[in-house]
């Protein structure tokens, strides 16, 4: 599976956006999909993921009450709404896929298949 996150951009603090993580190539046999973020050096953080066939949800407790992963379609398969910005959540945010299910769902570790990212910048 080929994936791209899109929505990315500038918003002011309290603001909202959308991410949408688009797809091409086999996306029925997924195990899980997640969003991920990332700022300069520092290390790829955990941000929601949802396991495919229960759609059950994990989120980080950073964005916990703020943040919505949701299922789309194939070659839309999940967003991230974020809502109640912060100056905190600024980074690039990636989605990312895995097919196998040995490791949780939180784990940078266990999915295989990544996005380029895009640009989330929360002024203050």
């Known amino acids: 599976v080929q994936l791209q996150a899109s929505g990315g951009g500038l918003v002011q603090a309290g603001g909202s956006l959308k991410l949408s993580c688009g797809a091409s190539?086999?996306?029925?046999?997924?195990?899980?999909l997640a969003w991920f973020r990332q700022t300069p050096g520092k290390e790829r953080e955990f941000v929601a993921s949802i396991h495919w066939s229960t759609s059950t949800v994990f989120y980080g407790d950073s964005v916990k009450g703020r943040f919505l992963i949701s299922r789309g379609d194939a070659s839309n398969p999940i967003y991230l709404t974020m809502n109640s910005l912060k100056p905190e959540d600024t980074a690039v945010y990636f989605c990312?896929?895995?097919?196998?299910?040995?490791?949780?769902?939180?784990?940078?570790?266990?999915?295989?298949?990544w996005g380029r990212g895009t640009q989330v910048t929360v002024s203050s």
């Open positions: 990312a896929a895995r097919y196998g299910g040995r490791g949780s769902l939180d784990s940078v570790q266990t999915y295989t298949y």
């Open positions: 190539g086999n996306t029925f046999n997924l195990y899980g």
